[in-house]
């Protein structure tokens, strides 16, 4: 059996999408998305999706490409996966040196990656030289029998309204703006500069996975104040792709507020299982999200590995 690792083509997107639902079973990735994210990412990214073949069937890829907008230089990314049926027979080995060899060409000088707190995922990470960082938790909510606790109390409160994303078609610019500024908190072990307005609306705003009437927006006096973004897979699975409120109106239940009223939403729309990831140090979204009755489905970790130069 032979094994050939090469450039992603359109015809490869449903494999590919297969071999990330069969590693990562909570992810809401679909053929359509794949496709349209290798098309649309950043020349500065320098993006390569590489997939790998047996006989002929692909069985795994690797997102690669470099932090363009970091603020340290030569940092990159390259996060492999493989069909959980292929585990062990040298798919994930080839991807990986592959996809090392093209970052060493860029120029890079760090590459990280997300593994599985899995046996086998870890010690494969170690052995190619990969240190531990950050860790995340991934969380699952059975959406269609779990009841959503009382609404906060913020959803009274004097000034306090609701909206969706979809209420913002005609300019999404303020959702940018607090996107922009709750990013910049969030935890994590790089840094990137704010991206421009242009390149969020084409990389965020027009997402396929992305679902504007999913995703809920507290206003307070007319200002945007916090939002939880949906993004859906149209089978019935549901991921918060980000959950901020910015800084001036912490403390007052708004990122509650908004991701309440999310749920119901995608609830509402048929959504049975809902997910969502955070930084194992987020305290804050770990703990809103225990208080709406997520558990923890998986832990991956972060690796690095500095390239020889």
Known sequence: MTLNVREFRPSDAESVAAAR???FPYLVTTARTIAWEVARAPAARHHRLLV??????????????LYSDSEEPGLAYADTTVHAEERGRGAGS??????????????????????LDERHAVTFAERRGYARGRSSRVQRLDLARTPLPPLPEAAGAPGVELRTAADFAADPRPLYEA???????EPGDVSERPVPYAQWLAHTWEH??????????????????????AHTDGHGRYWSGMTGTLRAF????LAKLAK???????????CA?????????????????????????????????ELAG
Not at 179 to 185: G, H, L, S, V
Not at 209 to 220: G, I, K, N, P, W
Not at 250 to 253: A, E, S, V, Y
Request: charged share 25%.
């Open 208 to 229: 396929p996975a992305l679902d504007r009437e999913l995703t809920s927006v507290a206003l307070v006096d007319g200002a945007v104040a916090a939002y939880s973004v």
């Open 250 to 253: 912490r403390g007052r239940g």
């Open 21 to 23: 639902r069969s590693a």
């Open 260 to 270: 309440h009223d999310s749920l119901r939403r995608a609830r509402a729309a048929g």
């Open 94 to 115: 080839a991807l990986v040196t592959a996809a090392e060899e093209y970052l060493a060409g860029l120029g890079a000088a760090k590459v990280f990656v997300w593994t």
């Open 273 to 305: 299982l809902a997910f969502t990831g955070n930084d194992g140090e987020n305290a804050p979204m770990l703990a809103i999200n225990r208080w709406f009755g997520y558990q923890l489905a998986a832990t991956e970790w972060r690796y690095v590995r």
């Open 179 to 185: 996107d922009i500024a709750c990013t910049a908190d």
């Open 52 to 65: 790998v073949e047996r006989d002929g069937r692909v069985v795994g890829s690797t997102e690669t490409g």
